[in-house]
């Protein structure tokens, strides 16, 4: 049975601006202020103005009228949007499933249009996926009621105001956030949806206002007053959406959220009685973290491909690295040495009061040895065929888009054969390099960027050339091997977009190795058959794709 978490931001325009200025903004009324129909109006409001009356979608001129030393600020969804995202990074402490709620009022284009009457205004909200995690604060609901509060307390002392209530799913769970009325009711015990939803009001379902209205006007103004209703009427008057988020909040359909970050395979954590900063002591913390992931990769049988460390420091912020390798690894030394290159750049802040190690990326083990036992430590720093894993530490230097593989590209064009990749990307498929092997005609081991055009003479004009001009150099060719036909791929569109006509043929290469007669190979291609053109001169051209060895 799944557990999920919503927290719900009443005011977190006016706390993001409150945590900014600290003095104005909580000791005065204050309230943001965006353009509506066709005049200035308040959006999110503090403590001190609801208090003198105030209340969103009011005009600034009547908000004025009422408190002239009304301080505003203008609303900006996108700071609060890039504030939400923060704090869904924060959350990752607890689990790491985190979910932007799509129905918080900060993540509208404008602040006000997410105002709900008599509501604060500019609020946002989360959902967390906590299942099988409330086990590091204590056993069964008391574990569960402890996550909750350790929660909301941690978030107090950031000076954000927050709900957070828990129930088998994230339709209850957001319903009881925003309208349970007693703070006993913010914990709803398994499998109890049901009696805790029945008091609620509607507005709890996530229902648009005109619905509700409806609802409101024929008498059903609690959650609870759906149960006994037949399902059919309601379907035909309301539509499926009233059933839907009924059946969601209940558990009888499930709910697709998506988390803003994928949830890694495998992850471990480390917390400190006390906030640790020295640079020793994260190197410390982060190989004991690895010990315990490599354990984790034996019991599954898997090897990492990419492993981020997270610090998450005593002022609510969070600072992150990753590693990545060019081949499934599970060798705590060997990561930990590519580690050692980016722990420098973490910055501890005032102090590390929690550590997370997680592996966003795996791949099954390949089964090979990590280490030799008669070869002792050596062994651990070399790789399968007996090279120092350099490639994975130039990444990291580097940058991995600047260190790169060549991969199999399934083409049969000389210069689509194989693509540049980062080296930490995944492996060519078994048989893949042996298809390109097959193909018909040994292919030179230097290809150029761009062919490059030579004067060539025959005896035929069909024949292989007998001497090329290339570089203002004569060579003269004493063997030559070919032709070897080499079709364009008509299916691709043209550089300019367009696809030739059905009727149109596609045009040829014909390629020869040659050899001249100072012992160099050279790989030459005719573009297209020998022809004549109107004036007599021949239209095909001759150009040097490559050298053999």
């Not at 129930?167 to 007693?182: F, I, N, Q, S, V």
């Not at 008057?237 to 059933?243: A, Y």
């Not at 410390?284 to 990492?304: M, P």
């Amino acid at each position: 049975m799944k557990r999920i978490v919503s927290l719900w931001f009443p005011k977190l325009s006016t706390d993001r601006l409150a945590r900014a200025s600290k003095n104005e903004w909580s000791a005065r009324a204050a309230a943001t202020v965006v353009w509506r129909d066709g005049c200035p109006r308040l959006a999110a409001l503090n403590a001190h103005a609801r208090t003198a009356g105030l209340r969103p979608h009011m005009r600034l001129a009547d908000a004025r009228a009422l408190v002239p030393d009304l301080l505003t600020a203008p609303g900006e969804p996108q700071a609060d949007q890039r504030l939400v995202e923060t704090i869904a990074n924060w959350c990752d402490r607890y689990t790491p499933w985190v979910a932007i709620d799509p129905l918080g009022g900060a993540l509208a284009e404008e602040g006000a249009e997410a105002c709900s009457a008599g509501g604060f205004g500019g609020d946002a909200g989360l959902l967390l996926d906590v299942t099988g995690c409330a086990h590091l604060f204590g056993p069964d609901e008391a574990g569960e009621r402890a996550l909750l509060a350790d929660l909301v307390a941690r978030l107090a002392r950031h000076d954000f105001t927050c709900r957070a209530a828990m129930a088998d799913t994230a339709g209850a769970a957001w319903a009881l956030a925003r309208h349970a009325e007693r703070q006993a009711d913010l914990f709803c015990p398994r499998h109890g949806q049901r009696d805790a939803l029945a008091a609620l009001p509607v507005e709890g379902l996530r229902l648009d206002a005109p619905i509700l209205e409806t609802f409101v006007k024929l008498g059903l103004r609690r959650i609870g007053d759906l149960y006994p209703l037949p399902r059919a009427p309601l379907a035909r008057r309301f539509g499926d959406l009233p059933l839907t988020r009924l059946d969601q909040a209940l558990g009888a359909r499930d709910e697709v959220l998506e988390p803003q970050r994928p949830a890694p395979a495998f992850r471990t954590r480390l917390s400190f009685v006390e906030p640790i900063g020295r640079p020793e002591d994260i190197a410390a913390a982060t190989s004991r973290l690895l010990a315990a992931l490599c354990r984790q990769f034996e019991q599954a049988g898997v090897g990492a491909r990419k492993l981020e460390i997270a610090l998450y420091r005593v002022d609510g912020s969070v600072d992150r690295t990753s590693i990545g390798t060019s081949r499934p690894n599970r060798d705590n030394p060997k990561l930990m040495k590519l580690f050692e290159e980016k722990l420098g750049e973490l910055d501890p802040g005032f102090g590390v009061e929690l550590m997370i190690l997680a592996a966003p990326e795996v791949e099954a083990w390949s089964g090979t040895q990590d280490m030799l036992p008669e070869a002792g430590v050596l062994a651990r720093s070399l790789g399968e065929d007996g090279t120092i894993d350099l490639a994975d530490r130039l990444a990291l230097r580097l940058g991995a888009e600047n260190v790169v593989r060549l991969l199999p590209r399934d083409s049969h064009l000389p210069e689509r054969v194989q693509v540049a990749a980062p080296v930490s990307s995944k492996p060519a498929a078994d048989g893949a390099w042996r298809r390109l092997a097959g193909l018909k005609g040994a292919r030179p081991t230097r290809l150029l960027q761009r062919p490059e055009p030579v004067d060539v003479t025959a005896f035929v004009p069909d024949d292989p050339p007998s001497v090329f001009h290339w570089r203002r150099h004569a060579h003269r060719i004493v063997r030559a091997d070919g032709p070897e036909r080499i079709a364009d791929e008509w299916w691709r569109p043209r550089p300019d977009g367009s696809r030739p006509p059905a009727n149109d043929v596609p045009p040829v290469r014909d390629y020869y190795r040659v050899e001249d007669d100072d012992g160099g190979r050279f790989w030459l291609f005719r573009d297209g058959p020998y022809k004549l053109a109107a004036s007599g001169q021949p239209t095909a051209r001759w150009f040097l794709h490559g050298f053999c060895a």
